[in-house]
Structure formats: C-alpha cells, structure tokens
T-cell receptor, first 112, second 113 residues
C-alpha cells in the first residue's frame, strides 16, 4: 500500500518558470490537501479538495492552481515561479474530516 | 482565526527521561487534534488523533491529552529514547472551518545518550 506519493522529490526552478507538483493517493480518500512548509514554520494550507471536481482555497493560494479530475490525483500548478515559493510542499489525504490525515514525503522546491 | 502555539520550541533531554510537549489553541470549537512527528528532511507521520469528545489517546509510550475548554493538549513521552529525536507538531481542525488543519510551529526534541 503506497499511501500518498509525491513527485518530484526535488526541483530547482528559475524565476518565471512553471511546473506541476504531482500527488497521488491509493486509499480512495475524498479529501486531499496541499501544504507548504517554510523553514522553522508550521505548515500552511494552499488548496484543498473535498472530492473529484471540487477544490477550494486555503490560507496561501496566491501563485498556485489545482485541479481534481479523479479521486486519486491532486496536482498543484505553479505559474511564474517566484523566490517566495521556495519551500517544501506536502500533499495529504483523509477519508473524512474527523479522521487522521496521511502525508506524502514532500517536494523540496527552490526558485532562483 | 485559529492560532496554535507549541511550547517549548526546542527541548533537549537525557535518554530515559519522561517528558511533556505542550500545544495550545485559541478556538475551542474543534473537530479533533492530531499530533505528528517529522524527521529532518522527511514528511509527517501521524502519531495520535484525539476527537473533540475524547480526553486522551495512548499509543505505546505516547499519551496525548485534550482539554478543549482550556484550549490545551499535551503529548507525554515515557522513557525517551534517542530515536524519539524529531520535531513534533500538533494540528487542529475547526468545526465549520472548511476541513482545514491549522498547525503549530512544532517542538524540536533531542534525546541525548
């Protein structure tokens, strides 16, 4: 059982480039989330989804976009990368709001 | 806006010591509270989940308590080991809060031989 997987593990982008961070879960969870973690800080929610076709903004959505065409996949798109988007990105999923969230291993992104 | 605070920010203890990590939150209307462990450069591992109706949860040497009325949770680690060294994060979900976890900034624990 793979759980939540994320690709790539590491990426360096130049300012203004775009990329998509991939997230897949094999637990048939309805809820999926994208967080970013800056050094010495807690995690902040970027976007979340309560099911296929439904997404909503979190605390820090600017500069990002998401889609949820299937239950399994929840990609995060960065358009026009900026140095402020240098961070570690985590994807998570859960079956119901009251259940524990399961996290992927993260993607470490550097924008230079 | 929910704010979650963890004290202390860092803690160093000798092996074998029992220790307590603290988590406080400002809005008591929560679904649940979750404790996570994060090793350097790694993702988050869920340790314990306490529902709002529960007072505590136990898993092995770990015991987490929840006092919703005072906005506090504690994570008790018994007989600490060097392998317990990691950052411990607590997070809460508000009822009616759009299904969002709000995280504390964590306590960095080092257990020394």
């Amino acid at each position: 059982n793979a759980g939540v997987t994320q690709t790539p593990k590491f990426r360096i982008l130049k300012i203004g480039q775009s990329m998509t961070l991939q997230c897949t879960q094999d637990m048939n969870h309805n809820y999926m989330y994208w967080y970013r973690q800056d050094p010495g800080m807690g995690l902040k929610l970027i976007y979340y989804s309560v099911g296929a076709g439904i997404t909503d903004k979190g605390e820090v959505p600017n500069g990002y976009n998401v889609s949820r065409s299937t239950t399994e996949d929840f990609p995060l798109r960065l358009e026009l990368a900026a140095p402020s988007q240098t961070s570690v990105y985590f994807c998570a999923s859960t079956e119901r709001v009251q259940d524990e969230q399961y996290f992927g291993p993260g993607t470490r992104l550097t924008v230079t | 806006k929910q704010e979650v605070t963890q004290i202390p920010a860092a803690l160093s203890v000798p092996e074998g010591e029992n220790l307590v990590l603290n988590c406080s939150f400002t809005d008591s209307a929560i679904y649940n509270l979750q404790w996570f462990r994060q090793d350097p450069g790694k993702g988050l591992t869920s340790l314990l989940l306490i529902q709002s109706s529960q007072r505590e949860q136990t898993s092995g040497r770990l015991n987490a308590s929840l006092d919703k009325s005072s906005g506090r949770s504690t994570l008790y680690i018994a007989a600490s080991q060097p392998g317990d060294s990691a950052t411990y994060l607590c997070a809460v979900i508000l009822t009616g809060g759009g299904n969002k976890l709000t995280f504390g900034t964590g306590t960095q624990l080092k257990v020394e031989l």
